[in-house]
């Protein structure tokens, strides 16, 4: 098979079983593991990936290094899935970068192994300036990294990718109503609701997203999201 729906990979999961489990017990102090993302989302008939996000006590670069070696052993091993990837954090509930992970995993992830730690949507209401301030810390190293980009081939690759992470800070706009989303349409949308002034330029990223790739003005128009949501905060 080519590509993968979302019925096929959750039919597929037991095979990767073998996997996931020689990586939580070839690892110091593992706490959970996770898929999660486009791999799950019922609206995805094409995955963009196979994500799985592994949480630690400690021995990140170890563990980093594991999940590397793993995520290369199913490709090879399956080389029809859509490209995977295992991201790795360490356990800190202080720390918005886990904050912003235990939102994304509480919004559409499985549980594989160990702790659950998916909240509800409520449980993020008083901490919408510490998400938002997140998310566009993120996407603006996302845009810095495509701007020191110079291979065109890699740049086209990147785009799609930075188009999503920015119009996604419309999905974090509106935690305190207890509404959150990682759809690109709808995000757009409250963007949109928020700031009309910013038509053109969520109509740059939405093509970028649809023709995965380098669409003329695009990086104007991040800056141009960038700076409407960070003001807004």
Do not use: Q
């Amino acid at each position: 098979m080519n590509s993968l729906s979302f019925s096929d990979i959750e039919d597929f999961l037991p095979s990767l079983i073998i996997f996931l489990r020689s990586l939580w017990f070839s690892i110091d102090s593992p706490v959970a593991l996770y898929l999660r993302g486009s791999a799950i989302d019922p609206g995805e008939t094409t995955p963009w990936d196979v994500d799985f996000v592994l949480i630690v006590g400690g021995d990140k670069k170890g563990a980093c290094e594991a999940a590397n070696f793993t995520a290369l052993a199913i490709m090879k091993r399956f080389p029809d899935l859509p490209p995977v990837d295992i991201s790795v954090l360490c356990e800190d509930e202080s720390s918005d970068s886990f904050i912003f992970s235990v939102l994304l995993l509480s919004h559409r992830s499985k549980l594989i192994f160990g702790k659950d730690f998916r909240r509800s949507i409520n449980y993020f209401y008083n901490l919408k300036a510490r998400v938002v301030n997140y998310a566009v810390l993120s996407a603006s190293m996302r845009l810095e990294s495509f701007d020191d980009c110079k291979d065109l081939v890699e740049k086209n690759k990147r785009a799609p990718h930075l188009a999503k992470s920015v119009l996604r800070l419309g999905g974090v706009m509106r935690i305190d109503e207890a509404l959150f989303s990682r759809s690109p349409v709808e995000c757009s949308e409250w963007l949109l609701a928020k700031h009309p002034n910013l038509m053109s330029d969520v109509a740059v990223l939405m093509e970028s997203v649809e023709k995965k790739k380098v669409i003329t003005g695009m990086g104007r128009s991040c800056l141009s999201i960038i700076k409407a949501v960070t003001e807004a905060i």
